[in-house]
């Protein structure tokens, strides 16, 4: 599903956009049985995922050339499928091209895939690509659109794999920043690569501004968890 025109915000779950897509519509019109389905395109606006619980049965990507918000008790449950949240999906892999995009899950958001996989990053493929911090956006959680990827939230695979990639944007912005959790269990694995910009850190688990004492957790029962952190001193 994709917008005619391009950058055409969407809207998921009650979230703002001009394409809007509810949460019913994810249980009762997209019947169970596709290999994918992918909302937007290389060309979309900004994805914002409201307030609704969201119950999705196939592996759900978000697809966009602008940035993936989500809202302060977004809810997606997998059901034991994967899901890619895509951003700046027109530029490069390298994030050197000036395109924003980047994804903030904020504290009381949750993505729970019970099994399924979960890919965040940018550019032309987002198990590549970095997701990157968005100048444009307003402000909130200790400036968390500067960053590539925030996840001050939940994030639970349940034994599916985890791949975020982050670059900041903008003076002392982390690439990826966790105040929230991220987990998985049995042998699924987790592996964040971010890049700062200035003194930051590339790879940050824990933002007590964004929640007093929220260290941030970063776990896996018997996969490897991989954390790489650099900074652009370019």
Known sequence: IQPRTAATTIGIAGGAGTL?????NFSTNFVDGFSGITIGNDSA??????????????????????????SASSALTGNG??????TRASGNDAATDGKDGAVW??????????????????????????AFG???AGSGENNARYRGVTVNGTID?????????GKGNSNHARGVSIGGTVQTSGEGTISITGVAVGVSDGVAVGDTTATVNSPG?????NGNITLIGTRDTG
């Open 81 to 86: 499928n994967a899901l890619t949240l895509w």
């Open 157 to 165: 695979a349940g034994g599916g794999d985890i791949l975020i990639k």
């Open 20 to 24: 809007a897509l509810t949460a019913e």
């Open 217 to 221: 957790t970063v776990s896996a029962e």
């Open 134 to 136: 968005d100048n444009d």
């Open 105 to 130: 899950l904020p504290v009381g958001s949750s993505i729970v895939t019970g099994g399924g996989n979960v890919t965040i990053g940018g550019g032309s493929d987002p198990s590549i690509g970095y």
């Open 45 to 70: 606006g900004l994805i914002t995922i409201g307030n609704t619980a969201l119950s999705y049965n196939d592996p759900l990507t978000f697809k966009t050339d602008n940035s993936i918000f989500f």
